[in-house]
């Protein structure tokens, strides 16, 4: 069994920016929060590895920062941002809601049900199956009772699961 990092597929990320964008008190409050976080954790980790790897060997970067995946990493966080905007919109009492409402639920599930295979298969990612079956019940649960229209919620929940299980877990992490 493997307990690797909990941050090495998307289910940390989005659960932490799903908890942020739910604590945020407004759109304009979830969009700063969240890009300030990633971005945040973006400055953090380029940046402690540039130093670390100036003086630690095993993080040895050869004295180069990392600026192109800075950059990209940087400019995913304004994405994620916007994402935080968009989805504070669960808040209203509406079909749309209500669909936004399933996504946070249906994209855990997915990556619970790749991790699943892959610990099946290949006895890794015990960790993090843990770590995203937990938050897509406690998101399941958390958003059913929010949405407007749970018909809509329930529905939306299930096909964002399958569908990004199908485009992205199942053909690129189950190649593990």
Known sequence: MSLPSMATLFGFWIASVVV??????SNKGAFLNVFLYMFGMTVSFYGLKYILGLY???FSN???FQTELF?????????CGAGGYILYFWNKKNLF?????ALPAGAMLAEAAGCLAVLISSRMLL?????????????????????????????????????????VYRPFLLTV
Request: glycine content about 4%.
């Open 97 to 101: 809601g209500s669909f936004l409402c």
């Open 20 to 25: 942020i964008t739910d604590i945020s008190s």
């Open 71 to 79: 950059v990209i990493y940087s400019v995913l966080s304004v994405f």
């Open 127 to 167: 960790a993090q199956t843990i770590f995203d079956t937990v938050f897509a019940l406690v998101f399941a649960v958390r958003f059913y009772k929010k949405a407007a229209d749970r018909a809509v919620y329930s529905g939306a929940a299930a096909a964002a699961a399958v569908l990004l299980y199908f485009t």
């Open 56 to 58: 630690v060997p095993m």
């Open 62 to 64: 050869s004295g180069e």
